[in-house]
């Protein structure tokens, strides 16, 4: 599957359809559901919402959505500044928006972007699941 990365975005907690929250609705408007999709990581449980960190851990997965961006800047301008790690936001940040690979149907893979936690994860609970809405 051919993509420009910087159109992709892999999602993994409120950002989700399951979030139906005024940050989704934002991001359906700007960008299109692509398929579901996971990431070699961990996921984690902040409060109401979670992070993922990456794993090297085969079997460590985390479940997510990946959106086509449409209008990727101004999209992902906003989404840096609703996760804190735009340049508003004094460092160190709690998330870093990087490309990762992301495993899609037909055990395809493609390169999306990704909110990593930049954070210390030693006190908080992981979601063994990896998925956020299926704890």
Known sequence: MANPIKNYLFVYGTLRRDGDNDMYKL??????????GWFNGKLYNVTYYPCAVP???PE??????????????????????????SEKF??????????????????DVIDAWIYI????????RQIKSG?????
Request: net charge negative; glycine share 2%.
């Open 55 to 57: 794993s090297d851990i």
């Open 117 to 124: 936690y930049n954070y210390d994860v030693g006190n908080l």
């Open 90 to 107: 004094p460092p160190p940040r709690e998330y870093r928006r990087e490309i990762r690979s992301i495993h899609i149907a037909n055990d």
């Open 60 to 85: 460590d997965k985390v479940y997510g959505e990946v959106y086509e961006l449409l209008e990727p800047e101004y999209i992902l301008q906003k989404l840096d500044d609703y996760e804190e790690c």
């Open 27 to 36: 991001l359906a408007r700007h960008a299109r559901f692509l398929c579901d």
């Open 131 to 135: 998925d956020f809405f299926n704890q």
